[in-house]
Structures are given as structure tokens and as C-alpha cells.
């Protein structure tokens, strides 16, 4: 099954994150700092990124720039509280794949997940 990387602070939402998924069968790592993320998502061990957009030390727009102007292509999904239009556009014009607003539901992120994830 897919590695997905959880780029998440706040504990009980990146909890919950890793017990969903797992469950749909993926294996899960999480970060919990932007400088964290980075360095595994360079590490090309993973499928997918949930990327949150306010992390400590490095923010997620940060890491999403950085991993693009890198060359890394792997899938990058952006979970953020800060869901106006301008951030949306903003994540996707530096590479992001797609943008889900929280709050969320976890059918929604499946579905976006499985999307990502399928064969070109």
C-alpha cells in the first residue's frame, strides 16, 4: 500500500489522520515541524504529502516551494484552516496538487487521496 507522510502539528487531528488511513490499508509517517517534512519528503519514500500550511519552524507554503523548486514531484495535498481563495491559488500555482479546507470530512479526503493515488 501507499506511504503517505502527514505533515500535521496539532496531535489529536494528526491521531486521527494516521488511524483512518491505516485503516483504509496506507502506511502512515507523520511530521510534526515544517523542516521535519522536508527533509522526509526529499527523502522520496513517499507516494503522498498532507501538507498543513501553519508549522512550526518551517511553514508548509515554505516546504511545498522548496520540495517543487527541487524537482520533487511526488503528490502534494494541502489540508489548511486558512482556506480563502488566495491561499488556494497560492498553493497551487507553487506546485500543490489539490487544496482541502478545514474543517473536512474524511470521506472527502479518501475520495481525493484515491484520486492522487491513481495510475495516470
Not at 17 to 44: C, F, M, N, P
Amino acid at each position: 500500500m501507499p506511504k503517505i507522510l502527514i505533515v500535521e502539528d496539532e496531535e489529536r487531528l494528526a491521531a486521527l489522520l494516521v488511524r483512518g488511513l491505516q485503516k483504509d490499508g496506507y502506511t502512515t509517517q507523520v511530521a510534526a515541524s515544517g523542516d521535519t517534512a522536508l527533509e522526509l519528503i526529499l527523502s522520496g519514500a513517499f507516494e503522498l504529502c498532507l501538507l498543513d500550511l501553519m508549522m512550526p519552524v518551517m511553514s508548509g507554503l515554505d516546504v511545498l516551494q522548496s520540495v517543487r523548486e527541487q524537482g520533487i514531484t511526488t503528490p502534494i495535498l494541502v489540508l489548511s484552516a486558512l482556506a480563502d481563495r488566495e491561499t488556494q491559488e497560492t498553493c497551487l500555482a507553487f506546485g500543490a496538487n489539490d487544496f482541502i479546507g478545514k474543517p473536512f470530512s474524511i470521506s472527502l479526503l479518501r475520495d481525493r487521496i484515491r484520486r492522487l493515488l491513481a495510475p495516470s
